[in-house]
């Protein structure tokens, strides 16, 4: 007898191996119907898989990320199957579900155009009205490339060869006249898909390498009901709004220049001014929790990377100035990290144990070589400035140290409002893959994850763990962040090395008079600077708080004659600190009300014949709301009140 865990704990027997289809069935044809796959013992299993033993047995609906991915992954089948249908000269890539969706690769003549989208939709329709069943093979290595070689999938084929080399059989997905290379989970029937929309066509390199060839990337969405698109389609629209590569242009935040170069934002005055206030902010707190301001070169010898190991295993995501290859001749790296250069603050003399800890941060302008399909506005770019750290302590003061280092992240991002959509994932190495891209031995890695888990699970962090996603000297809690599209990237990291300190031998003198190894922590506080402007622009629509707004006062004179009174109001409140600005252009005070409104500053002051009489201002607020008069020492205490409240 087989016992099958349910997630609500009861126990269900089957007298034989039976497929997971069969088993939801028995429990129920509406809960079979909303299936998309099932866990056994944690792990996402398709619904063909045949159980044969006690496991614990969990049903993947839609409403989890799991079946979405499934649901996706089909869906990305029956569009790659229209496609082959309408152009079978199409090279089929890879098509994978994403956090938004999914998407499909093709090598095409051209990129697909919105009139041929439509097309393709079309026949998607008529394969999910068929409800072609998915049936799941398996083939030999040497089958399996034969049978993509006949099919004539160069692409399919390199994947496929890449496998081969274990042994194992390599497994297909066929529904109806349609076969790909896929190792699964899928639904059970194309029927499923109701509703369903392709959203755009791009260039994406294959592998994402610009020595690639170019294909054309379909993007697309599907639901299990129509009504779930029609509110997904509405989002989309909302976002597009928020989109800081589209707001942040249009409210003069930032600009990219075609000769300066992809992934180089300039920072226009109101994006500097918001990331200079934000840095000022960062780096007097940090003063505040006993950290120690560096400044250190952008740039070094290959040497420093070498001892550090960046070299040879990041190279390829560096800007090297010379030849890295001719040890004859000198070659320098922009940095794309800071800890080999902060190392050398605590090099620069012999330590005990009561220098420690030592708190290193610094200001890091930093470059990296990222692809050129990955680039996206203020988000993802290769020369940017973060707030950086690295703690040197001893291993009795790992865990507070870890948790002050949580702690403060979390006050940043809470007080530029991130914090409450945030996730933590606990990134963690591939004990599979070791030899690739890890230092150290796989004991000292499980070392290193289980202090960092300890102290996760003592902190009462609720996490996800992302393997192979560590840093190839440590494992390191990611606080995760979407943008408005549902694309995640990193915010903050905060990560514990047990390895580096031995490579640039970083002893210090203990107590009983012996020379020991630290632990360090590397770790961002706020992140990177670039990356928050345009989580926050998303995140408050372009409307930022007063705190933070590069301008925060916009003094609105109804007529020339009125002019040396604002000036004075501007003075006053600049001398409280206050970002005032007075609009002197020769137009109608309503224009003039109505720009500042699109601008989004915070507040509006108008003066006129009687504002000037009484020495008063009429507040208006950025939302409409009108504050009625005021005089200026009002006004004055209101505001900063405000920004004392605001920013904690």
């Not at 990560?495 to 580096?500: F, N, P, R, S, V």
Request: hydrophobic share 35%; proline share 4%; with cysteine.
């Amino acid at each position: 007898m087989i016992q099958l865990t349910l997630k609500d704990g009861s126990i269900r027997e089957l007298e034989a191996p039976t497929a997971a289809a069969e088993v939801i069935k028995g429990i129920g044809m509406g809960l079979y119907k909303a299936a998309c796959c099932v866990k056994l013992d944690g792990e996402v299993c398709d619904l063909r898989t045949v159980i044969d033993h006690d496991c614990t047995f969990e049903v993947m609906t839609f409403d989890s990320e799991e079946g979405k991915k499934t649901f996706w992954h089909t869906a990305s089948h029956v569009l790659a199957q229209a496609v082959k249908h309408l152009y079978p000269e199409a090279k089929l890539a890879i098509g994978p579900a994403i956090d938004t969706g999914f998407y499909y690769d093709f090598d095409v003549e051209h990129p697909f155009s919105q009139e041929e989208l439509t097309k393709i939709e079309a026949e998607m329709k008529k394969i999910v009205k068929a409800n072609e069943k998915l049936e799941q093979f398996y083939l030999s290595p040497e089958e399996a490339v034969a049978k993509l070689k006949e099919m004539d999938e160069p692409y399919k084929v390199e994947l496929c060869e890449e496998h081969a080399g274990n042994g194992e059989p390599i497994s297909f997905y066929q529904q109806g006249d349609f076969t790909d290379l896929c190792a699964g989970p899928h639904l059970m029937a194309t029927g499923t898909i109701k509703a369903f929309k392709l959203l755009s066509c791009t260039g994406a390199y294959w592998r994402g390498s610009e020595k690639n060839k170019m294909l054309s990337r379909v993007y697309a969405v599907a639901f299990p009901k129509a009504s779930m698109l029609e509110e997904h389609l509405a989002k989309l629209e909302e976002a597009k709004k928020r989109d800081h590569n589209k707001l942040g242009r249009e409210l003069e935040y930032f600009t990219t220049i075609d000769v300066i170069g992809q992934g180089l934002p300039v920072l226009l005055p109101k994006g500097a001014r918001v990331v200079q206030l934000l840095q000022r902010w960062v780096e007097d707190v940090e003063q505040a929790h006993g950290c120690l301001l560096t400044k250190t070169p952008l740039l070094a010898k290959r040497e420093l990377y070498k001892i550090s190991g960046h070299w040879d295993h990041y190279l390829d995501g560096m800007f090297v100035l010379g030849d890295p290859h001719d040890e004859t001749k000198e070659c320098f790296a922009l940095r794309p990290m800071t800890c080999p250069f902060q190392y050398q603050v605590y090099l620069n003399r012999q330590r005990s144990y009561r220098d420690l800890p030592m708190r290193l941060t610094e200001t890091s302008t930093l470059f990296r070589n990222e692809d050129s399909g990955e680039m996206h506005g203020l988000i993802r770019v290769r020369q940017f400035t973060i707030s950086e750290g690295h703690y040197i302590l001893r291993p009795d003061q790992l865990e507070e140290e870890f948790k002050n280092c949580l702690q403060l992240a979390k006050y940043f991002l809470d007080t530029v409002g991130l914090l409450d959509d945030c996730t933590f994932r606990f990134s963690q190495w591939d004990p599979a893959n070791p030899g690739n891209k890890y230092e150290g031995t796989p004991e000292q890695w499980e070392e290193a994850q289980r202090v960092m888990g300890n102290i996760l699970n003592h902190l009462g962090v609720k996490y996800e763990v992302g393997i192979d996603e560590a840093a190839f000297y440590g494992p390191k809690l990611d606080i995760q962040y979407k943008n408005v599209f549902g694309k995640e990237d990193t915010l903050v990291t905060i990560q514990i090395d047990m390895l580096l300190a031995e490579r640039f031998g970083m002893y210090y003198k203990d107590k009983d008079g012996q020379k020991k190894l630290p632990y360090i922590i590397h770790r961002t506080s706020l992140g990177c600077y670039e990356r928050t402007l345009a989580y926050m622009i998303e995140h408050f629509g372009g409307a930022m708080p007063l705190w933070i707004a590069p301008e925060q006062v916009r003094l609105v004179p109804i007529a020339d004659r009125h002019l040396d009174f604002a000036y004075e109001v501007k003075k006053e409140l600049e001398a409280a600190g206050l970002r005032v600005e007075v609009d002197s252009r020769a137009e109608k005070v309503g224009w003039k009300i109505r720009q500042a409104t699109m601008e989004k500053v915070p507040y509006m002051l108008t003066i006129g014949d009687k504002e000037c009489e009484e020495k008063t201002v009429a507040v208006r607020k950025r939302n409409g709301e009108d504050l009625g008069s005021m005089s200026v020492a009002e006004l004055t205490a209101k505001l900063t009140e405000e920004v004392r409240t605001k920013q904690k």
